[in-house]
């Protein structure tokens, strides 16, 4: 699978279309989500052509990477999510519903987010 420039994401971050920036530096941008699943709810996207974490972890440049990963952390640390907690997490293809295919981080915080996946699963 190839990565879509025309995706919701790439658009964002060419600035075709607007977003409620909540910090940006070289290598990420986090944003308020559209359609917030929790009181707080941030999406973080590295700014390089990625569909997944699997094409990410797999052939970003480690220097690309760890500044990802360091902007996750800068979010939650300016947002101050650490007292009560928060959740990262990243859908990955059909069966974790996601959506936009470009790859990204959901910060969710400021409720109890109950339990990780719905009960009777497994």
Not at 53 to 80: C, L, N, R, W
Request: overall charge negative.
């Amino acid at each position: 699978m190839s990565y879509d420039t025309e995706n919701i994401f790439a658009k964002i971050l060419r600035g075709e279309i607007p977003c409620d920036k909540v910090y940006e530096d070289d290598y990420a941008l986090a944003f308020n989500d559209i359609s917030p699943q929790a009181p707080v709810h941030v999406l973080v996207i590295p700014k390089g052509e990625y569909i997944s974490f699997d094409d990410f972890s797999s052939t970003a440049p480690a220097e690309e990477i760890s500044g990802f990963y360091q902007a996750v952390q800068t979010v939650a640390t300016q947002m101050k999510l650490q007292e009560d907690g928060y959740r990262v997490l990243s859908n990955i293809g059909a069966n974790a519903h996601q959506e936009v295919l470009h790859y990204h981080l959901h910060i969710l915080a400021g409720c109890d987010l109950g339990r990780m996946v719905k009960a009777g699963l497994v």
